[in-house]
């Protein structure tokens, strides 16, 4: 991650190639959400796979959460609806979550639908 912060965009436009995003890894990386944006809008438009999930902190572990729309209720660490919300709408997403965190099938559905709502509340789903 630390590589795409000074690599020219135009290697991988000139090449055509397309870059999976890992939100919870950049999240990591960043520690703020002004450094996550600005790397991400530098790298949007090469975007084609979405690694979607929060980050919940244990001490100094880390655990991948699903996305939901009220972080409390996960104990994680991000507010995902502004980076969902900015997210390319021809990226596929794929949701992750660490085995060590056991999200019930209504966590999962709470999490597909708090994703959905925000990619097609502008028409773009």
């Not at 502004?82 to 979550?97: C, S």
């Amino acid at each position: 991650i630390g590589w795409l912060r000074n690599a020219p965009t135009r290697i991988f436009s000139d090449a055509g190639l397309h870059i999976c995003w890992d939100v919870g890894d950049h999240l990591l990386a960043s520690r703020l959400e002004e450094v996550y944006f600005a790397q991400f809008t530098r790298w949007k438009h090469l975007i084609s796979i979405v690694h979607l999930h929060n980050v919940r902190m244990e001490g100094r572990n880390y655990r991948w959460t699903p996305p939901h729309p009220m972080r409390s209720a996960m104990d994680a660490e991000y507010n995902l609806s502004r980076i969902v919300d900015q997210l390319p709408r021809h990226a596929a997403a794929v949701f992750e979550y660490t085995p060590q965190h056991v999200a019930t099938p209504v966590a999962i559905k709470t999490s597909f639908n708090f994703v959905k709502a925000l990619t097609e509340k502008d028409g773009n789903a």
